[in-house]
């Protein structure tokens, strides 16, 4: 029980930034900067990643550069994680076009935004072809990072 509250408030806490600096950035009316992602993503990788103490952070590190482990459940899983804190999938792990979109626009920096929409939409079907929650997420990433290698950003 202590685990599924703690989890809980690693969740909200996540969503509490996220909702925080999207209000910072809407009454600013500009988009995060690199330096204010790369800080978000660092606060997502540190909630997600003592939830699988199996994952190296060469493991983890490998992501940012196609390292997609195929046969590795807790990796899956840790993308999923990412996925779930920064509000962009549905509950039964499909990524959310509408919350993507939002998150696109409010966080991401905007000579990032054109290509972070076109990812998007490029592997917005992704998710159809697979059952596994964790799987949805993991191969949608993967899709994303072999649309675009070189702008690939992952926590």
Same mark, same amino acid.
């Given at each position: 029980?202590?685990?599924? !509250?703690?989890?809980?408030?690693?969740?909200?806490?996540?969503?509490? @930034? @996220?909702?925080?600096?999207?209000?910072?950035?809407? !009454? %600013?009316?500009?988009?995060?900067? /690199?330096?204010?992602?790369?800080? &978000?993503?660092?606060?997502?990788?540190?909630?997600?990643?003592?939830?699988?103490?199996?994952?190296?952070?060469?493991?983890? %590190?490998?992501?940012?550069?196609?390292?997609?482990?195929?046969?590795?459940?807790? #990796?899956?899983?840790?993308?999923?994680? @990412?996925?779930? /804190?920064?509000? &962009?999938? &549905?509950?039964?792990?499909?990524?959310?076009?509408? *919350?993507?979109?939002?998150?696109?626009?409010? #966080?991401?920096?905007?000579?990032?935004?054109?290509?972070?929409?076109?990812? #998007? %939409?490029?592997?917005?079907?992704?998710? *159809?072809?697979?059952?596994?929650?964790?799987?949805?997420?993991?191969? &949608?990433?993967?899709?994303?990072?072999?649309?675009?290698?070189?702008?690939?950003?992952?926590?």
């Amino acid at each position: 029980m202590f685990s599924f !509250f703690h989890n809980g408030c690693q969740v909200l806490v996540c969503n509490l @930034i @996220i909702i925080f600096l999207g209000l910072v950035i809407h !009454f %600013n009316e500009a988009a995060m900067t /690199m330096k204010q992602l790369e800080k &978000t993503m660092e606060t997502l990788r540190n909630t997600c990643t003592p939830q699988f103490p199996s994952l190296s952070q060469d493991m983890l %590190n490998g992501i940012k550069t196609g390292g997609f482990l195929e046969d590795n459940k807790d #990796l899956k899983c840790y993308i999923k994680c @990412i996925a779930d /804190m920064a509000g &962009t999938t &549905t509950k039964k792990g499909d990524i959310d076009m509408k *919350k993507s979109n939002n998150q696109i626009e409010s #966080l991401i920096p905007l000579e990032m935004k054109d290509h972070a929409k076109a990812a #998007l %939409n490029a592997c917005k079907e992704v998710s *159809k072809n697979y059952k596994d929650p964790c799987e949805k997420v993991f191969y &949608t990433a993967k899709c994303s990072y072999e649309f675009g290698p070189d702008k690939f950003m992952f926590p």
